[in-house]
T-cell receptor, first 111, second 115 residues
Framework: DQQVKQNSPSLSVQEGRISILNCDYT??????FLWYKKYPAEGPTFLIS?????DKNEDGRFTVFLNKSAKHLSLHIVPSQPGDSAVYFC??????????FGTGTRLQVFP | NAGVTQTPKFQVLKTGQSMTLQCAQD?????MSWYRQDPGMGLRLIHY???????DQGEVPNGYNVSRSTTEDFPLRLLSAAPSQTSVYFC??????????????FGDGTRLSIL
């Protein structure tokens, strides 16, 4: 039972345009969400998070939006840069001590 | 600051062999965890620890053992390797014992192949 879902395995975006990565979840008890970014042959690195008391959190070019009624969150990257090409995972803590990851979306930003 | 260090980076085993994947962190973090990453599956939690002497199971614990005798080290043991355990293994840590609620720092992974 996949509690955190990323239905788009890949996304290709032109440099300078907006990248939108989507994530859906099924457990209404989730109250905190994180995005991680992963380059090949490296471990994931934390990117941005959002608490369920907010519907938006922004950090530079990265903004995460949360729609609790739809159980949906999205990561916006504006403007997209070639260095953003990576795999992006959304994740949610289950009972505060277990992190549940989505399957990831591979973003490719081309010139 | 080394962060989270995993050794080895690569390993090939034969079915039935045992081995230990090492993980060490130098940030005095309470929470440590092990994940495996498989194609199309994302990262799945194997075992985790909220402090020295305390461990618990994650989503996919079968075939793996862990112990946490010190704050710094969290080794993962494969008792009898099986081809289904071929994967990339990541160790992670975070400062709070409520590790799921905090950003975790990951090592660079161990790529393990079981023949």
């Amino acid at each position: 039972d996949q509690q955190v879902k990323q239905n788009s395995p890949s996304l290709s975006v032109q440099e300078g345009r907006i990248s939108i990565l989507n994530c859906d979840y099924t457990n209404s008890m989730f109250d905190y969400f994180l995005w991680y970014k992963k380059y090949p042959a490296e471990g994931p690195t934390f990117l941005i998070s959002i608490s369920s008391i907010k519907d938006k959190n922004e950090d530079g070019r990265f903004t995460v939006f949360l729609n609790k009624s739809a159980k949906h969150l999205s990561l916006h990257i504006v403007p997209s840069q070639p260095g953003d090409s990576a795999v992006y995972f959304c994740a949610a803590p289950h009972n505060t001590d277990k992190l549940i990851f989505g399957t990831g979306t591979r973003l490719q930003v081309f010139p | 600051n080394a962060g989270v260090t995993q050794t080895p980076k690569f390993q090939v085993l034969k079915t039935g062999q045992s081995m230990t994947l090492q993980c060490a962190q130098d940030m005095n973090h309470e929470y440590m965890s092990w994940y495996r990453q498989d194609p199309g599956m994302g990262l799945r939690l194997i075992h985790y620890s909220v402090g020295a002497g305390i461990t618990d199971q994650g989503e996919v614990p079968n075939g793996y053992n862990v112990s946490r005798s010190t704050t710094e080290d969290f080794p993962l043991r494969l008792l009898s390797a099986a081809p289904s355990q071929t994967s990339v293994y990541f160790c992670a840590s975070s400062y709070s014992s409520r590790g799921g609620n905090q950003p975790q720092h990951f090592g660079d992974g161990t790529r393990l192949s079981i023949l």
